[in-house]
């Protein structure tokens, strides 16, 4: 008798911490999407490409992502690396602009920018963001997508595979 009150005791420990888990596992592993960089882009004009995004309990399990433990989505921080080619610098851009949208609407909002990127930068960049918009609709949809907006400062003569990487900061409901 003793180890079955001490096996439920263990087990409503377990399910009332799922919670906090989730809220863990959602701040540590971001959501990230690749963007190609065609070479045929001009210089001196708005372009834009767009990608959908992914966090890693959907790459496991390849379903969409339990968001029903969470709430209070925000934008911790957004990070462009720059993957291929080797050495690919971010100077090759002038200004970027990230926006989200689900993939069952037209609305966007933008959660990230930078003008003005200087031309010797490396191959990553941490751009501004707007911490004090909750997520929550965008991300509890069915699936998340990216627009990279930019200008090219220089014309490439490869691709640029681009990967960005959104930290998400989010709370765990309360169990009722």
Same mark, same amino acid.
């Given at each position: ?28 592993? $971001?959501?990230? %999407?690749?963007?190609?960089? $065609?070479? &045929? ?9 767009? @990608?959908?995004?992914? &966090?890693?309990?959907? =790459? ?6 339990? &968001?029903?433990?969470? /709430?209070?989505? !925000?934008?911790?921080?957004? /990070?462009?690396?720059? +993957?291929? $080619?080797?050495?690919?610098? =971010?100077? =090759? ?13 037209? /609305?966007?909002?933008?959660?990230? @920018? !930078? #003008?003005? =990127?200087? $031309? ?11 911490s004090t918009v909750f997520l929550d609709d965008f991300?509890?949809? @069915?699936?998340?997508r990216i627009r990279l907006e930019y200008e090219l !400062? #220089?014309?490439? @003569?490869?691709?640029? +595979? ?5 930290a998400l900061s989010v709370a765990s409901k309360k %169990?009722?």
């Open positions: 008798m003793r180890k079955l009150v001490l096996g439920f005791i263990v087990l409503v420990t377990f399910l009332s911490a799922c919670s906090a888990v989730q809220s863990v596992i959602r701040s540590t592993f $971001p959501y990230t %999407a690749s963007l190609i960089i $065609p070479k &045929t882009d001009k210089i001196d004009t708005l372009l834009s490409v767009r @990608s959908q995004a992914s &966090t890693l309990d959907q =790459i496991i399990t390849g379903y969409g992502s339990n &968001t029903k433990a969470i /709430k209070d989505v !925000r934008l911790a921080s957004l /990070k462009i690396d720059a +993957n291929t $080619p080797v050495g690919q610098s =971010i100077g =090759i851009f002038k200004s970027i602009k990230v926006y989200i949208s689900r993939g069952d609407s037209s /609305k966007e909002l933008l959660i990230a @920018s !930078r #003008n003005e =990127i200087a $031309p010797s930068l490396g191959s990553i960049i941490m751009l501004d963001t707007d991300i509890k949809g @069915s699936t998340v !400062r #220089n014309s490439i @003569s490869n691709e640029i +595979n681009l990967k960005a990487s959104l %169990a009722k």
